[in-house]
Antibody, heavy 121, light 110 residues
Framework: QVQLVESGGGVLQPGRSLRLSCAAS????????MHWVRQAPGKGPEWVAS????????YYADSVKGRFTISRDNSKNTLYLQMSSLKVEDTAVYYC??????????????WGLGTPVTVSS | SSELTQDPAVSVALGQTVRITCQGDSLRNNYASWHQQKPGQAPVPVIH???NRPSGIPDRFSGSSSGDTASLTITGAQAEDEADYYCSSRDSSSNHLGWLFGGGTKLTVL
């Protein structure tokens, strides 16, 4: 079955950088678009970024555009989120998620367990 | 800006039927998906792309939509269905692609 395991979260100061990883298994990773979604404490989910199956097209929420970069390595079945110039308001659990369809970006569907990121001075 | 609107809280008697709705302009051209989240856990999809149920999700969960409103129906609600439910959809209305989530509906099973 679909398994997504995020890692790389932690506690850091504003302005610092962090890279999250998401190891995928149980499906053909290179066929599916992928997403990052975050959830601040006590809040609902918020879409962060998405990437096509081949990595050629990427999309970002306005709140992270210019600071976060989504990427993937299909040879390693791994999705990444490079976060820079972190702000206190970036504090959240970060989830990677797989799309429901192959080769297109349509639906945020299967979620990982999440990795927490806390930005605090 | 685009958004998805959900009722904050809904309650249902054990074994009865409940419908949770989600409203937004993006739903006119994009399918809704529904995610169940219990305290301290990651969200789990219960319906994706309007009416598809992932493997392992009980058939008491069903989805539908009409116009700008999508609905999640639980027929014969069980105690284990008590959770927060979030709708989501792609948003292709502006000049760039994005995804939206509703604010969530807290379902209480009485």
């Amino acid at each position: 079955q679909v398994q997504l395991v995020e890692s790389g979260g932690g506690v850091l100061q504003p302005g610092r950088s962090l890279r999250l990883s998401c190891a995928a298994s149980g499906f053909t990773f290179s066929y599916y678009g992928m997403h990052w979604v975050r959830q601040a404490p006590g809040k609902g989910p918020e879409w962060v970024a998405s990437i096509f199956y081949d990595g050629n097209n990427k999309y970002y929420a306005d709140s992270v555009k210019g600071r976060f970069t989504i990427s993937r390595d299909n040879s390693k079945n791994t999705l990444y989120l490079q976060m820079s110039s972190l702000k206190v308001e970036d504090t959240a659990v970060y989830y990677c998620a797989r799309d429901s369809y192959t080769r297109v970006l349509v639906t945020i569907c299967f979620w990982g367990l999440g990795t927490p990121v806390t930005v605090s001075s | 800006s685009s958004e998805l609107t959900q009722d904050p809280a809904v309650s249902v008697a054990l074994g009865q039927t409940v419908r949770i709705t989600c409203q937004g302009d993006s739903l006119r051209n994009n399918y809704a998906s529904w995610h169940q989240q219990k305290p301290g856990q990651a969200p789990v999809p219960v319906i994706h792309d309007k009416h598809n149920r992932p493997s392992g999700i009980p058939d008491r969960f069903s989805g539908s939509s009409s116009g700008d409103t999508a609905s999640l129906t639980i027929t014969g609600a069980q105690a284990e269905d008590e959770a927060d439910y979030y709708c989501s959809s792609r948003d292709s209305s502006s000049n760039h692609l994005g995804w939206l989530f509703g604010g969530g509906t807290k379902l209480t099973v009485l």
